[in-house]
């Protein structure tokens, strides 16, 4: 895609003063684009209004970069030398200009800092909303099903609850924020993603591999950064409504409103429903949970005289959720006579950011967070409540090559329940301090370190360190290395599900130990300029992480039984995966990716491969766009290999192994309404759900308590003519969605 900046310059005969008021307007070659204007240097974003237009005053003359988002989701960046009181200038995003560069996204996530995508030393992928309408769904975790090396895994038939895997590391492993700050951990582990509303989302950072040294516990994966519109830019009125032929409709709120001349709002609310209970494998249990949630965001950014930043935000979130058999209902709840999990959820949140007034750049930031969880699996009850407060102040200082953060964290949480784990309230806090240093030696190398200090109640001191290198060679061909460690203080039945759905016991062997790692990870990125109106770019990564301690539930050893214990032996991740976008003439666009991993633990000698995480992977999303039409159609799917499941009996029917399988998506969008867009199409066109080939998979569902089951001396089934293959009712045996082939249609509208 080619680019082309043609500006006329209005002409004075000397700068009356050092201030620059530019004003831009922003086409497409054709008319005016209602885009975001991001203003690198001063870390700002501009609206454009109706007309394509934007104003913005420059404290000083001088050499500026300014991001503008073109429709197919790139950035394309633009360089600007002003030199007098006014100047005017045209933006046009076309794909005339060879000089694209689809690298040029500021990201913050790998350093805790604003660069450049392609400057960062830490791999940051980067996806826009226009990425996740490509395959619209109610919420961030169903959303990022088409990024590679990603998977949003289900981790119960009943309830449908689930966590993000990267490169095959369980959801505990990955640290997801809202702005830079932790918004999920513990309880909110398998909820968390579910209900951020997508009209505020200006777009999703996602670093793979370990980022403890700066970010602490549970950032030992990768971590999901949602970073939300500023107030000031967002659009007016935005509101996003689909439903689906199942019955679930999504309704998604987004207002941005002037309060005064010093404070801007922005709201986001989503309302997600769906009540129409669907048995299509015959099992007498819900294919999909039946769900009512609710979750309101407010954000608040305040014009302060210093131009230093001030934001505030809240959410809400409040969830009804229940899965089970057909016949239940709430009288159900809690009783031996129809089995229903029944959870309900009330989660706040509160977000803050204030940049000290002082020359020097030092910011603040903090969260509180309160979770409430009352539920019910079958007739056992989970109570359970946990509330967290985080801040941090870090200073962020340029001094000649040397780029230096430094800062400290503090972290208090309390964590009750009703489990026999938790006799009495977990207060834990932990004090932190870190340190960064990046170092650009020459315009091809960099270096970054990195060192972090925890100190935890029970674990007493932890330190994990941090080294980057990146190379840019002179045709733009970029080299990172990465290098850390890892760790995580395990908090077992806030984050496995599976330790209370069912009816396996739970066995905890000893006091569980922090999970530690240690991490190196290779990317190489590279673009072609293959034609004028082609742009192809490939992305290629390799990792290894080695756990010396790695908490694993143990499936194998009791299949009546969950096994939680200290590894006695190490645990490895490994792999190598394939990131390629290209883009044609403005028309066609394709993103592919692919991941071949090994992720398993060594137990004497023994190696084995971990539950629910399979050898490849790959996602696409092809888009084409009829100009002629105002029409775009859109392909998206993923392919993931077989997984290990885990089995109730030697006897067990169910297959050890899943089959490789795709979830594929089409869909078309009408944009030929002024503000409003019209979209429709299919979700898993093959019609394929984890059934297939299956005899079943909920085990005993046909008696959940059970009432019918015989024990020997050990506590182990018996095999009987009601119970021909020794089972007791286990839920867990699950790997994808159980939701086939349906339709869907949807409005759009922004102003």
């Not at 005017?88 to 790998?110: A, H, M, R, Y």
Request: glycine share 6%; net charge negative.
């Amino acid at each position: 895609m080619k680019l082309i900046i043609f500006f006329s310059l209005l002409l004075s005969v000397s700068a009356l003063s050092a201030q620059v008021q530019l004003t831009g307007k922003v086409t497409d070659n054709k008319n005016a684009v209602q885009t975001t204007v991001y203003i690198v240097e001063a870390d700002e974003e501009v609206q454009t209004d109706e007309d394509g237009t934007f104003t913005y005053e420059f404290e000083n003359t001088g050499i500026y970069h300014i991001n503008i988002e073109n429709s197919t989701g790139f950035i394309q960046t633009f360089e600007l030398n002003l030199t007098k009181p006014e100047e005017q200038f045209e933006f046009v995003l076309s794909n005339e200009n060879p000089q694209t560069d689809l690298l040029n996204e500021i990201v913050i996530s790998g350093t805790m800092k604003p660069v450049l995508r392609s400057e960062s030393l830490v791999p940051v992928e980067v996806y826009t909303p226009t990425f996740f309408r490509k395959n619209p769904t109610p919420n961030i975790f169903e959303a990022l099903q088409n990024v590679n090396g990603v998977k949003p895994q289900v981790n119960c038939s009943v309830c449908n609850t689930g966590d993000i895997h990267i490169n095959g590391l369980e959801g505990p492993y990955t640290f997801v924020l809202i702005d830079g700050m932790p918004i999920v951990s513990g309880l909110s582990t398998v909820y968390g993603l579910s209900g951020i509303p997508n009209s505020l989302i200006e777009k999703v950072e996602i670093v793979k591999g370990p980022a403890s040294s700066l970010y602490g516990s549970e950032a030992v994966g990768g971590l999901i950064n949602i970073i939300t519109k500023n107030p000031l830019y967002a659009s007016k009125y935005a509101v996003d409504v689909f439903g689906t032929s199942w019955g679930e409709i999504n309704t998604d709120l987004g207002l941005s409103l002037k309060v005064s001349d010093k404070v801007h709002w922005l709201m986001g609310v989503n309302y997600f429903n769906y009540s129409n209970p669907i048995d299509k494998n015959k099992d007498g249990f819900t294919d999909v949970t039946l769900q009512d949630r609710i979750s309101i965001f407010n954000k608040f950014t305040f014009d302060r005289k210093s131009k230093k930043q001030f934001a505030l935000a809240t959410r809400y979130f409040y969830e009804d959720r229940w899965g089970g058999q057909m016949n239940w209902n709430r009288s159900h709840r809690g009783g031996t006579d129809v089995y229903g999990e029944s959870i309900y959820t009330n989660r706040f949140e509160l977000l803050g950011l204030y940049e000290l007034p002082f020359t020097e750049k030092i910011t603040s930031q903090f969260s509180i967070t309160a979770h409430d969880q009352n539920s019910m699996y079958g007739d056992t009850p989970f109570m359970a409540k946990q509330n967290i407060a985080f801040t941090q102040f870090y200073w962020d200082k340029t001094y000649g090559k040397h780029d230096l953060l430094v800062g400290t964290a503090a972290r208090y949480q309390m964590y009750n329940d009703n489990s026999s784990a938790t006799p009495t309230a977990d207060k834990t806090f932990i004090p932190s301090v870190f340190v960064q240093d990046s170092y650009e030696i020459n315009k091809h190398f960099s270096l970054l370190g990195g060192l972090r200090y925890d100190y935890h109640k029970d674990h007493k001191s932890i330190i994990t360190p941090r080294f980057a290198f990146r190379y840019e060679s002179d045709k733009g061909d970029i080299l990172r290395l990465n290098a850390g460690t890892g760790f995580r203080v395990v908090n077992l039945f806030t984050e496995e599900h599976a330790a209370l759905s069912g009816a396996r016991d739970v066995i905890v062997l000893e006091d569980l130990k922090p999970e530690k790692s240690y991490n190196v990870n290779v990317n190489y990125l590279k673009t072609w300029m293959l034609k004028d109106d082609f742009i192809l770019q490939a992305e290629a990564a390799a990792w290894y992480t080695y756990f010396t301690n790695s908490i694993i539930p143990d499936y194998d050893s009791n299949p009546n039984q969950i096994i939680y214990k200290n590894l006695e032996g190490y645990a490895e991740t490994k792999g190598i995966s394939l990131n390629v976008d290209a883009v044609y003439a403005n028309n066609l666009k394709i993103m592919m990716g692919v991941t071949l991993q090994d992720v398993s633990k060594v137990e004497d000698n023994i190696r084995t491969q971990q539950m629910l995480t399979e050898k490849f992977s790959g996602t696409w999303v092809v888009s084409y766009t009829f100009n002629r039409l105002n029409l775009t159609a859109d392909y998206s799917g993923n392919l993931y290999g077989p997984m290990r499941l885990p089995l109730v009996s030697e006897l067990d029917p169910r297959l050890p192994y899943s089959e490789t399988y795709s979830i594929q998506n089409i869909q078309l969008t009408y944009k030929g309404f002024k503000h409003f867009e019209l979209y429709g199409g299919v979700k898993n066109i093959l019609n394929w759900t984890p059934n297939k080939n299956n005899p079943f998979l909920i085990a005993r569902s046909n008696d959940p308590f059970n009432k019918n089951v015989q024990y020997d001396a050990n506590g182990t089934a018996l095999v009987t003519p009601e119970n021909p293959y020794g089972l007791v009712f286990d839920p867990t045996y699950i790997y994808a969605p159980n939701q086939g082939l349906r339709t869907f249609f949807g409005v759009r509208y922004n102003f």
